[in-house]
């Protein structure tokens, strides 16, 4: 496996750590970011992982739409809460911004 495919393996992992904690908003942004480049980079396996991921998630999407941005996010998930704890001040600051609409 080479760097790439590493680094993109890895970005599928956060996105299905997302998933797990509720976490759309973040979740958006990493497709944001990397869909193109899995699309076009990755190999058969992780596009089809990652299509997996786009066809399960669709409806927490839909839900956020229609109840606000976060109202899916777990906030008692041990990654939530070690996020918190690392450095709430900074996390919370992280949050809002996600929070912002885009200019």
Known sequence: MNE???SLDFVLDSMRA????????QLA??????????LEEGN??????YLALKARI???FEYERKHGKWSLLKSDHPLTLKLRQVNSREY???QA??????E
């Not at 997302?18 to 908003?25: F, I, L, T």
């Not at 911004?97 to 885009?102: D, E, G, I, K, M």
């Open 44 to 49: 058969d396996e992780l596009k089809a992982a």
């Open 92 to 94: 919370l600051r992280y």
């Open 4 to 6: 790439g495919t590493f």
């Open 58 to 60: 669709a409806a927490g």
């Open 29 to 38: 942004v990493h497709i944001e970011l990397y869909e193109k480049l899995i």
């Open 18 to 25: 997302d998933e797990e904690r509720g976490a759309y908003p």
């Open 97 to 102: 911004a996600l929070r912002r609409p885009a």
